[in-house]
C-alpha cells in the first residue's frame, strides 16, 4: 500500500492506485480525472511516496587533512573539484568548492546536490587544486585548472559513500595515474566526502477517509464521488498531492486508505484542501463540497470519532463566503509510521549477494561456431552472456562485501557424467564460489570447454539451490539479501516446477532476475514475472507471499534508450522493502 491512490475498473480510477487490480483498464490511467487536473494547471498528482530508496537525492560535502604545503611563506589555498567519470573513461566537471585561504586542513561550503540511483555505476572523481594568489579575486568558475598546483586525486563511486552507516567515506589523496595502484603510492592527505539525504523526513500518515450526505450533483442517480487532497504553497498556490478512486454511485462513499508523506506536505500543521468531486467522464467534474484540514486536525477527528461539515464556496475576493453543508467528513483510520528506504537497509549492514546461473543447453548453438550464443570471441567482444554477467555483476559487486559469489550451470553434460541441471561452475563438487565477477567469466568460459550442451531447460534445481543459501543465512540471522540472475535462451519445460520453488524461495531474502538471449518464445517467462497479471500459485494452491522474479529480454532493450541492467535491477529496491516488511524487519 505504497501508493496514495486506488484503482477501480470502468475508467474512473485514479493514476497510481493503492488495490492490486489484474484488468487492463483498472490499470489504465484516468484520463478524465488528469485532464480536468491539468485544466486547472496541475500537471501530475504525486501518487507513490517516493521512499524506496531506488532514486534519492544526496548533498554532498568535502573536507580534507594534511594536504601537501605547496606555497613558501603560507599553507596552500585549496580547492576541490568534483567530476563524474562517464562510461568510455572521461571526467564530466559537475562543480567546484570555493577556495579555503592557507589552509591545509580545508573544509569546504559548497556543496552539490546529486541523484542515486541504485541501478547504475556514479563514478566520482574528486581533485584538489592550491589556487595561486594571483587568481584569488577570480570566480572560481573561471580558473585555469592548468595554471593551478594539482595537490592530489580520489575516486569511488556514489553508492560507496551513502551505503556507510554515517554516510562519510575517507580515501587518501594520490598523485594521478598513482591512483591504480594506491597501496604503493605516496599519499597526499585525505579526503572526506559526506553524503547527506535531501529528504529530512520519511514519517508517513496512512488515512481512510469517508463521507456522509453528499449532495447529488446528478439528475437520475446518485453522485459518483471521488477526493483531491491539495497544499498551499508559500506562494499562495493550490498544489495537488494526492487523490482518492472514484466510489460508483453512493452518498456515503468510503475510500481506500491513502498515504501522505510528512515531508512532502511541510508539517502536520499545515492546512490541508480535501475537496469532494462528483466524477463525469467528459472530464468536467462537479465540486460536491470541500473542507480545509491540517493532518493535525484530522488526527483529533479520529480520536473524537466526529465528522467535520463540508462547503461550499458561494464568493470570492476579500469578502469570500461560505455555505456549510450537512454533508460532513469522517476519518475512519489514522496512523504514522515511518517508511524506510532502501538505503536505510545497505547503510545499517544489509548486503545484497549475487549469485548466477547460466544456460547451457543446446540449444544455444556449438560455442565453437560464430552464430552461436555462447561464442567466445577473439576480438574479445563479449556475447550475450558474458555481456549479463558483466552489466549485473559491475552493480551488485558494490553492495557485497566478500565479492564471493556463487555460480552455476544447467543444461549440460559434465565429462563422463549425466546431464545436470545444477552444477558448480567452477568445476569443483564441494563449493560452488568464485571470486568476484572476473572468476565468473573465468569460470564460464572454462565450463564451456569441459561440459557438452544438452537439455532441457529446467530452473527448478537451481532455484532451489539459490533459496537453500537464502535459508540458511536467514537461520544464521545474516544481514544479507540474495539475487540470482538467470540467464537462458529457451523456453523452460518445468514450468509449474518452477513455480512452485518460486512461491516457496518468496518467504525468503532473495530475487530472481531473468535475461531472455537470443531469439526464442519468452511468454512463459512473463508468467513468472507475474508483472501483468495474479501472483504465482504451487501445485498445492499456495499464493506466493510476493513478487520476487524480474524477466528482461536482451533484444528488446538493445536499442533502447534503458540498458539491460536498469530494466533488470528496477524493482530490486522496491522488492528487498516488500521482503523486510513481510519479515517486520526495521533497519538499525
Not at 352 to 358: D, K, Q, R, S, T
Request: proline share 4%; glycine share 6%.
Amino acid at each position: 500500500m505504497g501508493n496514495c491512490c486506488s484503482d477501480v475498473a470502468g475508467g474512473q480510477s485514479a493514476v497510481g492506485g493503492t488495490g492490486v487490480s489484474t484488468g487492463n483498464q483498472a490499470n489504465a490511467p484516468n484520463e478524465a480525472v488528469d485532464a480536468f487536473l491539468k485544466s486547472r494547471g496541475y500537471q501530475g498528482l504525486y501518487s507513490q511516496i517516493e521512499a524506496l530508496g531506488s532514486s534519492l537525492s544526496f548533498s554532498l560535502s568535502l573536507s580534507a587533512t594534511s594536504l601537501r604545503d605547496r606555497d613558501v611563506l603560507s599553507k596552500s589555498d585549496p580547492m576541490a573539484v568534483l567530476y563524474s567519470k562517464e562510461k568510455d573513461g572521461s571526467l564530466k566537471e559537475l562543480t567546484r568548492t570555493e577556495v579555503v585561504l592557507n589552509s591545509l586542513n580545508p573544509k569546504w561550503i559548497t556543496k552539490y546536490t546529486m541523484t542515486y540511483y541504485f541501478e547504475t555505476v556514479q563514478n566520482l572523481v574528486f581533485r584538489v587544486y592550491d589556487i595561486d594568489t594571483q587568481f584569488h579575486n577570480q570566480d572560481v568558475k573561471m580558473l585555469k585548472l592548468e595554471e593551478q598546483d594539482f595537490l592530489g586525486e580520489a575516486s569511488c563511486t556514489l553508492a560507496q559513500i551513502v551505503t556507510k552507516s554515517d554516510r562519510a567515506l575517507t580515501m587518501d589523496l594520490v598523485c594521478g595515474e598513482q591512483s591504480s595502484s594506491q597501496a604503493r603510492a605516496p599519499k597526499f592527505g585525505k579526503l572526506t566526502v559526506f553524503a547527506e539525504e535531501s529528504i529530512s523526513s520519511k514519517t508517513t500518515v496512512e488515512l481512510k477517509l469517508r463521507c456522509s450526505e453528499l449532495e447529488s450533483k446528478d439528475l437520475f442517480s446518485k453522485s459518483d464521488p471521488f477526493l483531491v487532497v491539495s497544499k498551499t504553497t508559500e506562494s499562495g498556490m493550490v498544489v495537488p498531492i494526492c487523490k482518492t478512486e472514484v466510489i460508483n454511485n453512493d452518498h456515503s462513499p468510503s475510500w481506500k486508505p491513502m498515504i501522505l508523506n510528512i515531508q512532502q506536505i511541510g508539517s502536520k500543521e499545515n492546512p490541508l484542501i480535501i475537496e469532494c468531486y462528483d466524477f463525469h467522464s467528459n472530464g468536467k467534474h462537479s465540486l460536491i463540497g470541500k473542507i480545509q484540514k491540517s493532518l493535525l486536525d484530522l488526527e483529533k477527528l479520529h480520536s473524537a470519532r466526529i465528522g467535520a461539515n463540508l462547503f461550499i464556496p458561494t464568493a470570492t475576493g476579500p469578502k469570500q463566503e461560505n455555505k456549510v453543508l450537512k454533508s460532513q467528513l469522517f476519518v475512519e483510520s489514522y496512523s504514522e509510521k515511518v517508511q524506510y528506504t532502501f538505503l536505510d537497509y545497505l547503510a545499517s549492514g544489509y548486503e545484497l549477494n549475487f549469485m548466477v546461473a547460466i544456460d547451457f543447453t543446446a540449444s544455444n548453438g556449438n560455442p565453437r561456431l560464430p552464430d552461436s550464443l555462447h561464442y567466445i570471441d577473439p576480438s574479445g567482444r563479449p556475447n550475450a552472456y558474458q555481456r549479463a554477467i558483466l552489466d549485473v555483476g559491475e552493480v551488485l559487486q558494490f553492495y557485497d562485501t566478500d565479492k564471493r559469489f556463487p555460480a552455476w550451470g544447467f543444461g549440460a553434460r559434465p565429462i563422463d557424467g549425466p546431464v545436470s541441471h545444477c552444477f558448480n561452475l567452477n568445476g569443483s563438487s564441494t563449493y560452488c564460489e568464485v571470486e568476484g565477477i572476473q572468476g565468473i567469466m573465468m569460470a564460464y568460459v572454462s565450463a564451456l570447454h569441459n561440459v557438452s550442451l544438452a537439455g532441457p531447460t529446467l530452473f527448478g534445481p537451481v532455484i532451489t539451490s539459490a533459496a537453500h543459501i537464502a535459508s540458511q543465512s536467514l537461520t544464521n540471522n545474516e544481514r544479507k539479501y540474495f539475487v540470482l540472475l538467470i540467464i537462458t535462451d529457451g523456453v523452460i519445460t518445468d514450468l509449474q516446477e518452477t513455480k512452485d520453488a518460486l512461491v516457496q524461495a518468496a518467504d525468503l531474502p532473495l530475487s530472481i532476475l531473468i535475461v531472455g538471449v537470443g531469439g526464442a518464445d519468452f511468454k512463459e517467462m512473463e508468467i513468472l514475472d507475474a508483472d501483468k497479471g495474479d501472483r504465482l500459485e504451487s501445485t498445492t494452491g499456495r499464493v506466493a507471499v510476493r513478487d520476487i522474479v524480474q524477466f528482461v529480454p536482451l533484444r528488446d532493450v538493445q536499442n533502447g534508450d534503458v540498458s539491460v541492467v536498469q530494466s533488470l535491477l528496477a524493482e530490486l529496491p522496491s522488492q528487498l522493502l516488500e521482503y523486510m516488511r513481510f519479515r517486520k524487519i526495521q533497519p538499525t
